[in-house]
């Protein structure tokens, strides 16, 4: 099975690359760190900050209801797992 590329590297790229001299290769880093550092300033950005204070309150809501559903989840499974012990002990299993 092949493995998996990270994201943003596929084979095009690859050969892209491959083929550049080390000056382009140089060219490419820094355009790529003005990229990053362009991409890291959006998270300041009304929208970004906007869409992230929803999903927070989203997640917490998401939380609020899920985590008894949970704990539930997990209270009958060890529940069930202590009566068939018991079941076994006794012969029964």
């Known amino acids: 099975m092949a493995q998996k590329q990270p994201i943003?590297?596929?084979n095009e790229f690859l050969?892209?690359?491959a083929s550049m001299t080390t000056d382009e290769l140089k060219a490419r880093v820094v355009t790529l760190q003005v990229q990053f550092q362009e991409n890291e300033a959006f998270k300041?950005?009304?929208d970004f900050v906007?869409?992230?204070?929803?999903?927070?309150v989203a997640?917490?809501?998401y939380n609020l209801v899920a985590g008894p559903v949970k704990e539930t989840?997990?209270?009958l499974?060890?529940?069930?797992?202590?009566v068939i012990e018991?079941?076994?002990e006794k012969g029964g299993a």
């Open 59 to 61: 997640k917490e809501k």
């Open 15 to 17: 050969a892209e690359i």
């Open 44 to 46: 300041e950005s009304p």
């Open 8 to 10: 943003g590297i596929d």
């Open 73 to 75: 989840a997990a209270a």
């Open 50 to 56: 906007a869409a992230q204070e929803e999903f927070d």
């Open 86 to 88: 018991v079941l076994k």
């Open 77 to 82: 499974k060890n529940r069930t797992k202590a």
